[in-house]
C-alpha cells in the first residue's frame, strides 16, 4: 500500500463535503448553492488525481495546489 500523502486538495475536499453535507441534513442553503458545491467537489477530486500522477516528484505541490484551489474557488463563484 502507498503511502498515504495529505495535500491542500485532500484537506478542502474533506472539509467541502463535510461542511456540503452539514447544510444537506439541515436544509440551510439552497439548491443552487449545493450544486455548485459538489461540482467543486468533483473538479478538486479530479484535479488531485491529476496532480498526483504528473506532478509526483514536485518539491512545492502544496503552493501549486494552493494555487488551484484559489483558482477553482473563483471560477465556481464566477459562474455561480
Known amino acids: 500500500m502507498k503511502s498515504l500523502r495529505i ?6 475536499c474533506a472539509l467541502l463535503l463535510a461542511w456540503l453535507l452539514w447544510q444537506i441534513l ?26 498526483r500522477f504528473f506532478f509526483r516528484t514536485m518539491k512545492r505541490i502544496w503552493l501549486t495546489e494552493l494555487g488551484f484551489i484559489l483558482f477553482a474557488i473563483l471560477v ?5
Open 7 to 12: 495535500t491542500p486538495l485532500n484537506l478542502s
Open 26 to 51: 439541515f436544509n440551510l442553503i439552497v439548491w443552487k448553492n449545493i450544486l455548485l458545491g459538489f461540482l467543486l467537489l468533483i473538479v478538486m477530486i479530479i484535479a488531485d488525481q491529476f496532480f
Open 76 to 80: 465556481i463563484w464566477v459562474i455561480g
